[in-house]
C-alpha cells in the first residue's frame, strides 16, 4: 500500500485522486466535528493594517515573485516544480509564473516590457512543442500537456500522465496573459494570438472519455485514467474553461453533473463543501473571483464559493485550535494543511502514540478526511488570505517571528515544516512552485483584486460561467455583454 500510495502521487492530477483515496483511510472526526468547535478559533492579535504588517506583506510578495522571476527553465522557459531541488518543470507552476509575471510589472519589480518579452517566449516555446501518441519526446497531446517535462528539451518526464487540472491551470495563466497584455503593439499581439491559439487547440470534450465527468489525465500506454473529476475540489476553474470553449466544448449539463457529486457536511461548526487539503479551496479562486456569484447549488445553500473558502479555512484553524491528535505546535495561530512534502515515510513512537509521518501527501482535514502527521504548510495559509485575511496573516506572520530562515528565506516560504517529527523540528530545504503561486497571486488579489479583475475581461471564463449558470455580481456587469 505506501508503494502504491507513492506511486500514484507523482503528478499534481493524481494529488487529488490519492486525496479522494485516503478518505478511506482517515481517522474519524466525529467526536470534534461539533457546532460548539467554532469557538475555539481565537480573535487574531494582529493589526493587517500596521505599517508593520505592510510591511511584512510587501516583502513576502516580492521575495515569492523572485521565485517566478529566477527559477525558470532558459531554454524552454517553464517553471521547475521545486528549488534548490532540480527535479523537471511543472506546467502547473508555469500557469502561476504568468501571474506572477504580470504581478511584478504592477508593483514594479520588472518592467511591461520584461514581462511581456518572457511571456512571448514561453507561449511560443509551449506552441511549437511536440504533440503526438509518442511515449517519449513529445510534450502533450490534443492540446493537453504532460504534468511534469524533462528540463531543456520540454518532453514528457518519464511515464507522468498528460493532466487534465494541470494543464487548466496552465491554461488559466494563459488566459490571463491574454487579457492582461492588450497594448497596441506587435508583442503583446502575437502574445494575445498566442494565447488564444493554445486555449482553443484544447479538446477538452476528448478528456470526458465519454462519461459525464471528465478523467483526471492520460496516458499514451494505458489510455485514460480511469479517476474522474467529481467532488468539489480545484477543477471549479478547469470545467469552467472546458464549458466557455467555442471549439472543443463539453455539454452544457457538465457543471451540474459535477456538483452532483459534492459533499455538504458541517466541520468543526463550519457546514461548508468539505474537501480536506486547502488547495482544492484555493486553486480555481486564485484566477476566477466567485464572490457574489453563485450557481444553482450554491443559490440553494444562501451563500457563494467564496464563502465556502472562507469556511473551510477557518475550519481547519479551529482543528489546530482543538489539536485533537496532539502534535507539537497547533494553535489557531499555527495551523495549515494542504498537499505538501513531508519529513520521511516512517512509523515513530511520540508521546507513546504512534504516528505516520509521510513525505509528499495531500495533507488535510474535513469531516470525511484526516491526513495529518504534524506537518505544517504556509502555502495552507497563503492561499486563503482574501478569504480570512486577519487569521492567515497572523499565522504567517508568526512563523516567520518565531522560526526565521528556517521557514522564511531568500524566495519567501519554504514548502512545510513539522515540529512533532523529531526534536527542535524537521524544516524543508525545498520551495514548490505550486505552493508558491498561491501566495503571491492571492496576497495580491487580497490587496487590490488584480488577477480576478483581469479575467473579468476575458471572454471564455465569462462563457464558461454562464454555461455552468452562475448569475449576479460582477456578471450583472461583465465586460463582454
Not at 496573459?177 to 494575445?192: C, G, L, P, W
Not at 459533499?263 to 486564485?286: C, D, K, T
Not at 465556502?308 to 499555527?334: E, I, K
Request: proline content about 3%; overall charge negative.
Amino acid at each position: 500500500m505506501k508503494t502504491f500510495l507513492k506511486s500514484l502521487f507523482k503528478s499534481h492530477a493524481e494529488k487529488a485522486l490519492l486525496a479522494i483515496m485516503l478518505i478511506s483511510l482517515s481517522v474519524s472526526l466525529n467526536a470534534c466535528n461539533t457546532s460548539n468547535a467554532k469557538k475555539q478559533v481565537a480573535p487574531s492579535q494582529i493589526d493587517i493594517n500596521s505599517d508593520e504588517m505592510k510591511q511584512f506583506m510587501s516583502d513576502l510578495k516580492k521575495r515569492t515573485f523572485t521565485y517566478f522571476w529566477d527559477v525558470v527553465d532558459t531554454v524552454n522557459f517553464q517553471t521547475d516544480d521545486r528549488y534548490p531541488s532540480r527535479t523537471f518543470t511543472s506546467i502547473a507552476a508555469t500557469g502561476f509564473a504568468l501571474p506572477a509575471y504580470i504581478i511584478g510589472v504592477e508593483n514594479q519589480y520588472i518592467s511591461r516590457e520584461q514581462a511581456a518579452e518572457r511571456t512571448l517566449a514561453m507561449l511560443s516555446w509551449l506552441w511549437k512543442s511536440k504533440q503526438s501518441t509518442d511515449e517519449h519526446g513529445a510534450t502533450g497531446y490534443k492540446g493537453f500537456y504532460y504534468h511534469f517535462l524533462n528540463f531543456g528539451s520540454g518532453t514528457r518526464f518519464k511515464d507522468v500522465e498528460l493532466s487534465t487540472i494541470d494543464t487548466g491551470l496552465l491554461m488559466a495563466g494563459i488566459l490571463t496573459a491574454q487579457s492582461y497584455f492588450d497594448a497596441d503593439n506587435t508583442k503583446e499581439a502575437q502574445i494575445r494570438d498566442l494565447a488564444d491559439k493554445l486555449y482553443l487547440r484544447v479538446e477538452w470534450n476528448w478528456a470526458m472519455n465519454g462519461n459525464r465527468t471528465m478523467s483526471m489525465g492520460w496516458r499514451p500506454e494505458k489510455g485514460f485514467i480511469s479517476s474522474q473529476w467529481k467532488g468539489y475540489n480545484e477543477a471549479m476553474v478547469l470545467v469552467v474553461m472546458a464549458m466557455g470553449s467555442p471549439t472543443y466544448p463539453i455539454s452544457d449539463d457538465s457543471w451540474n453533473a459535477w456538483t452532483e457529486t459534492y459533499h455538504w457536511e458541517a466541520f468543526q461548526g463550519y457546514e461548508h463543501l468539505n474537501f480536506g487539503p486547502l488547495f482544492g479551496h484555493q486553486y480555481s479562486q486564485m484566477f476566477i473571483d466567485f464572490k457574489g456569484i453563485q450557481d444553482a447549488y450554491m443559490k440553494d445553500k444562501g451563500i457563494d464559493y467564496f464563502e465556502n473558502s472562507r469556511r473551510a479555512t477557518l475550519s481547519q484553524q479551529a482543528y489546530a485550535a482543538n489539536n485533537p491528535l496532539g502534535f507539537v505546535g497547533y494553535s489557531s495561530n499555527m495551523w495549515g494543511l494542504t498537499a505538501s512534502d513531508g519529513p520521511n515515510n516512517v512509523e515513530k513512537m511520540i508521546n507513546g502514540k504512534s504516528v505516520r509521518f509521510r513525505t509528499y501527501s495531500a495533507r488535510g482535514a474535513a469531516e470525511d478526511y484526516l491526513e495529518d502527521d504534524g506537518t505544517l504548510v504556509p502555502t495552507a495559509a497563503g492561499g486563503s488570505i482574501p478569504f480570512a485575511p486577519e487569521q492567515t496573516l497572523e499565522t504567517l506572520y508568526e512563523m516567520k517571528n518565531r522560526f526565521g530562515d528556517k521557514v522564511y528565506r531568500e524566495y519567501g516560504f519554504i514548502d512545510a515544516f513539522n515540529l512533532t517529527y523529531q526534536e527542535n523540528g524537521w524544516f524543508n530545504d525545498d520551495y514548490i512552485g505550486i505552493d508558491q503561486g498561491p501566495i503571491i497571486i492571492q496576497l495580491e488579489n487580497y490587496q487590490t483584486g488584480l488577477i480576478w479583475n483581469i479575467l473579468k475581461k476575458n471572454k471564455y471564463i465569462v462563457s464558461g460561467l454562464k454555461k455552468a449558470g452562475f448569475t449576479g455580481g460582477w456578471l450583472k456587469n461583465d465586460l463582454n455583454n
